[in-house]
């Protein structure tokens, strides 16, 4: 491991001890504001038993909440608890009853609203749950809760099992936070491919593997309390009080985020902490460079849980986004654990438990009824090609009817082979009028995991399209032009070599193949409407 350790620049840092140590300085703590409408579950998490340097003792002060005290509010008409039945208990979901309500307010990407009322011990999981029903939604497992508190510019994933009005406990009366339900592919990701997201110089882990792990050692060593991981490399820091970012060597361990006053050292007398976990969350900047003065767009912050305070953020600044990710991936292992692996693991388990397919849809099988006769198509290859006219043929009827609604018989073959090419707008891929830039933000805040991917029309040449696609954390554009060959219009990615009569087909193309993209279409951007 030391090998790894080498392979990190020497990057020189100027300036004293206590110029360094006072980038930190300042942290003050704050009572728990609690607004008029919410109502906490638990009292606030209890701080470590390790003494802490009184530079950081201000955020770790907080008001102590006896449960005991507060008995339960008799009902003084039980005869009408048959009859009141709430909005959520309409979903049928399995949520503990309870006669408790409050009204949230959630947000979509198109900033449209909506307020349902809901039990107060609601975890964020439930609220996804919820909204997929209400929008009819397909359930991928990839829907999330977002916190977003717009006068500090940043904002989080909730966990799927945090409390929502615990989260909100924690905002201030005039702070205008808001929830946000979106996608969020990369969510879970770092299960499946762990080593995508923790990079081998960036990670050391005290083992006896000698530095060789495969995915699923990687991850233990996260979920395991006997092991020892830890995340290290370089970070720009905010000094407090001022303008400027200054770069350090940073050292992420179970007992929290550290930085070193000399070089890449790690000895103790060394570091300086920074932040635990137990109370606090990370987020990310969402103007990094214009709201804060960042070097780089990429930007996340720890914040103590019942603070709303730009001075008591802890501000960071990666040089890319791998590293911004692995950095902030780490913090949400090292925070919550074995929880956010029961959390991943949660929907299959219900889906082995109670299974959508029937035992009858085991034993369709494939019929042909062209002929005077049916007949069982056996041949599996006979049954793909059959499957494959069905779709085109039932595409066809789709142009057609599209292309004949309203129009006159004179113009039919012209307006057919409109209606052929427009047959993408109507698809959830697709986002019109949409800029390179609006793009790239909507493709990073749904995930930036292998295969996420849009299309959209091009901004400087009005009649050709555009692919966005996500690949190892990058997004990359590519444009689909259109090939005209004895009156008749095609598209394609490659100079015309592979050639599609709409877009509709060209996605399920490369779904299917990658050809020459870098990466297989996996997962469309998708925006609803609450």
């Known amino acids: 491991m030391s090998a790894m350790n080498d392979s990190l620049d020497e990057t020189h840092t100027s300036g004293s001890l206590g110029e360094k140590a006072a980038i930190f300085r300042g942290a003050r703590g704050s009572g728990n504001v609690v607004g008029p409408a919410f109502i906490p579950l ?11 340097s009184a530079l950081f003792k201000g955020n770790r002060k907080g008001r102590e909440v006896d449960d005991t005290q507060m008995g339960p509010v008799p009902n003084p008409f039980p005869e009408l608890l048959p009859s009141t039945v709430s909005l959520v208990s309409e979903c049928l979901l399995p949520w503990t009853k309870t006669s408790a309500t409050q009204v949230i307010k959630v947000y979509s990407e198109d900033n449209t609203s909506r307020a349902v009322e809901v039990p107060s011990d609601i975890t964020a999981r439930d609220i996804c749950q919820l909204f997929i029903l209400k929008n009819h939604c397909i359930d991928d497992h990839s829907w999330t809760l ?41 969510k879970y990701e770092f299960f499946k491919k762990p080593l995508d997201f923790f990079p081998e110089h960036m990670v050391s882990i005290s083992s006896e593997t000698n530095g060789i792990m495969n995915h699923s050692q990687l991850i233990q060593t996260f979920l395991s309390s006997s092991s ?26 179970r007992s929290g985020l550290y930085f070193s006053n000399k070089g890449t050292s790690k000895e103790p007398r060394h570091l300086q902490f920074i932040a635990e976990f137990s109370d606090s969350d990370v987020y990310t900047l969402l103007s990094a460079k214009k709201v804060y003065g960042a070097p780089t767009d990429f930007g996340f912050c720890v914040k103590a849980s019942k603070s709303n305070s730009a001075r008591d953020l802890k501000l960071l600044c990666a040089d890319d986004e791998q590293t911004r990710t692995c950095w902030v991936t780490a913090m949400r292992l090292f925070k919550c654990g074995m929880q956010l692996y029961q959390n991943f693991i949660q929907p299959y388990q219900k889906q082995k438990s109670s299974p959508m397919r029937s035992i009858s849809e085991n034993s369709l099988v494939a019929m042909d009824f062209s002929g005077h006769k049916s007949r069982v198509i056996e041949n599996p290859s ?84 555009v692919l966005s696609l996500c690949h190892t954390q990058k997004i990359k554009h590519f444009q689909i032009v259109p ?48």
């Open 382 to 465: 006979e049954a793909l090609s059959v499957a494959v006219e069905e779709g085109l043929s039932w595409r066809r009827k789709s142009c057609h009817r599209l292309s004949s609604h309203g129009s006159p018989s004179a113009s039919q073959s012209s307006m057919s082979n409109i209606g052929q090419h427009a047959i993408h707008v109507a698809q959830a891929w697709f986002h019109s009028k949409l800029s390179r830039d609006e793009a790239q933000k909507l493709i990073t805040q749904q995930g930036l995991i292998d295969g996420v991917f849009l299309v959209r029309d091009s901004q400087s040449n009005p009649r050709t399209f």
């Open 42 to 52: 638990r009292s606030p998490l209890q701080p470590p038993n390790a003494a802490v």
């Open 146 to 186: 977002f916190e977003q508190i717009p006068h500090l510019s940043i904002e989080r994933t909730i966990e799927d099992h945090e409390s929502v009005m615990e989260v909100q406990s924690g905002w201030g009366m005039d702070s205008h936070c808001c929830l946000y339900f979106r996608k969020n592919y990369a």
């Open 483 to 530: 090939v005209e060959e004895n009156s008749e219009l095609f598209y394609s990615l490659d100079d015309g070599h592979t050639r599609f009569t709409d877009l509709l087909q060209l996605v399920e193309f490369y779904q299917l193949n990658r050809g020459v993209l870098p990466c297989k279409l996996k997962h469309h951007c998708a925006r609803i409407t609450l």
């Open 228 to 253: 020892c991981p830890e995340i290290h490399g370089y970070l720009h820091a905010k000094e407090h009080g001022r303008k400027s970012w200054k770069k350090f060597y940073f050292v992420l361990r």
